[in-house]
Each structure stands twice: as C-alpha cells, then as structure tokens.
C-alpha cells in the first residue's frame, strides 16, 4: 500500500464513512472478534445495568450483550454518522424493544446526565481521542460511583506492525494505558494482556493481541 491508501485506511478506521466506511465496518467485525468477546465477557453487568459503548462501530456485538440478559438496556454512540446508521439498521428489534438506543455523539461530549451508567466501554477507539483528560472526565462524569470503565485496546507493540497506524492513531502499550486512567482520576482494578492467533490484514501477517483495562472512578 502507498502512503496515500494506508491514510485512506487510517482514516476510515478512524471515522467510517459511506461505502468504504461500511465495508471498514464488516471486516472490523471479523478482525475484531476475539478482542470484542472477551471484553463483554468481562463485562459482568448486573441484571437491569445501563450500559454506554463509545464506538460502537456498526453494532455487530450488541446482540451478544442483549442476549445474556435481557433486562440490560444498552446505548451506543458513535461520532461517525454511517456507523451510527448502520448500527440502527442492525439492530432495529432491540430499538424497537426499547433495549437498545444508539446516538450520535463524540467521546469528548456525551449528551448523558450525571452519574447514569453502570458500566461503559470502548473497543479500539481510544487511539482516536484528540484529548484523553477531555473524554475520560466526560465518561467519569456520566459513570454512576460504583460504575466500571473497560478499555480494550490493541498494545503499542501490535500497533507498530501496522503501518496505517502511523497515521493519527495514538497508540499505548500496557503501561501507558494504565498511566492515562490514572493520570485521570481512575483507580484500574484489573489489566490483562492477551495474545491472539496471527492475522493477516491488507496483506501484512500480524501477531495479534489486546488489553483490556479495567477501572472504577475514584470518588
Ligand atoms: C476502529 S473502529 C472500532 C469499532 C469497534 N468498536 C471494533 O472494535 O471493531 C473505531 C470506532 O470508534 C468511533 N470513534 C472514534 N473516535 C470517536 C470519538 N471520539 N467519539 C465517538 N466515536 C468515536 C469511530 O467512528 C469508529 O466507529
């Protein structure tokens, strides 16, 4: 790939839009998998828990949330007007049931009240906040007390087998992450790294991993 395809590339993960952005989408489905599974299995949700996802991407995973409880109430917001779409379309019986609802909205400016979630994640999207103090006193603001963050996150050593990453993405290896909930008045409870299978992407076989963060608020 020349410079300007892995900017293209980088830009669509950053911000899917239209066509590409959906194509993007689905084989973010496929790359992502093992990395979105074992984040909603440490999710651990109580039974009628609101849950925030930021960057939902095209929602593939939400039918995985709603269907180990179906009293949970889950909301997505995305900046990315095709995902949030996207999202919608797929999971329009959920809408419809009143257990999903997804938005429009940005990390740095959550259109939530105070203390409203119980749990709130995010997938491969921290790399793209412009100012990680301004998104996360945004999500410790709308975090109920006894609330957890969870950021999952491909580690700096993945990412630096990625030539796209060189373009606007931040990227954090286990220690930076931890120093950056912390830096932000987060206590993390749990940090775990997690190797997965090699994967190919746009032709270049990478040695797949992620971290997943787990943090409460400090009062
Ligand atoms: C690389 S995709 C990841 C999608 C999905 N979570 C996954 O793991 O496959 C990043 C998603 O986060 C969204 N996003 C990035 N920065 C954001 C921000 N500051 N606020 C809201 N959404 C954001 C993008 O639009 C995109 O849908």
């Known amino acids: ?127 793209f906040w412009e100012d990680p103090a301004k998104e996360l006193a945004e999500i410790r603001r709308v975090l109920k007390p006894d609330g957890k963050l969870l950021i999952a996150a491909r580690p700096s050593w993945v990412m630096e087998q990625m030539p796209f990453t060189d373009y606007g993405f931040t990227r954090y290896s286990k220690e930076q992450l931890a120093d950056v909930l912390h830096n932000n008045s987060f206590s993390v409870i749990e940090l775990e790294e997690t190797r997965e299978p090699e994967y190919t992407v746009n032709g270049i076989v990478t040695q797949m991993g992620h971290m997943i963060a787990i943090a409460i608020k400090n009062q």
């Open 1 to 127: 790939m020349d410079v300007a395809q892995l900017q293209f590339l980088a830009q669509q993960l950053r911000k899917p839009d239209g066509d590409a952005g959906r194509q993007i989408g689905e084989q973010m489905n496929a790359g992502n998998y093992l990395m979105n599974k074992n984040t909603l299995e440490h999710l651990q949700a109580p039974t009628g828990a609101r849950i925030l996802e930021i960057g939902m991407g095209n929602g593939h995973f939400v039918k995985d949330i709603l269907a180990t409880d179906p009293t949970i109430r889950y909301t997505g917001c995305d900046y990315a007007e095709t995902m949030v779409a996207e999202a919608q379309a797929r999971n329009a019986a959920f809408q419809q049931s009143g257990q999903a609802d997804f938005m429009l909205a940005s990390a740095s400016e959550l259109p939530f009240d105070n203390d409203t979630f119980d749990r709130i994640f995010a997938v491969n999207t921290i790399y």
